[in-house]
């Protein structure tokens, strides 16, 4: 089971990136695949999730209304297209997978924690310079 991030760089504050995550070894339909991201001198955030089960969607408040995450099945990727951004959105990026709970009434959710993520992939470059 792997996960390769890709997609990073530098860009100009109101510029746009499209994070990829590639998934091997195992198919994302039965799992949660959350971006998380760190800065310097940060803890690591959740940035956005995708839950394999419904197709539902995650986002932290600080991203709403400018990252989508989507993912395309047929390539078994994940990705995070980031518009709108801002100097504060600059960190390495990384995303996870984990296989999503479900509860007795049959609901899943993405887990919220990073020590809820089973597999992880080596983290991408973000820069938005101002």
């Known amino acids: 089971v792997q996960l390769q991030a890709s997609g990073g760089g530098l860009v100009q504050t109101g510029g746009s990136l499209r994070l990829s995550c590639a998934a091997s070894?195992?198919?994302?339909?039965?799992?949660?695949i959350r971006w998380f991201r760190q800065a310097p001198g940060k803890e690591r955030e959740g940035v956005s999730c995708?839950?394999?089960?419904?197709?539902?969607?995650y986002y932290a408040e600080s991203v709403k209304g400018r990252f989508t995450i989507s993912r395309d099945n047929a390539k078994n990727m994940v990705y995070l297209q980031m518009n709108s951004l801002k100097p504060e959105d600059t960190a390495v990026y990384y995303c996870?997978?984990?296989?999503?709970?479900?509860?007795?009434?049959?609901?899943?959710?993405?887990?919220?924690?990073?020590?809820?993520?089973?597999?992880w992939g080596q983290g991408t470059q973000v820069t938005v310079s101002s």
């Open positions: 070894g195992f198919t994302l339909d039965y799992y949660a």
């Open positions: 996870a997978a984990t296989t999503y709970p479900v509860d007795g009434y049959g609901n899943s959710w993405c887990p919220s924690t990073e020590y809820e993520y089973d597999y």
């Open positions: 995708f839950n394999g089960s419904d197709g539902s969607t």
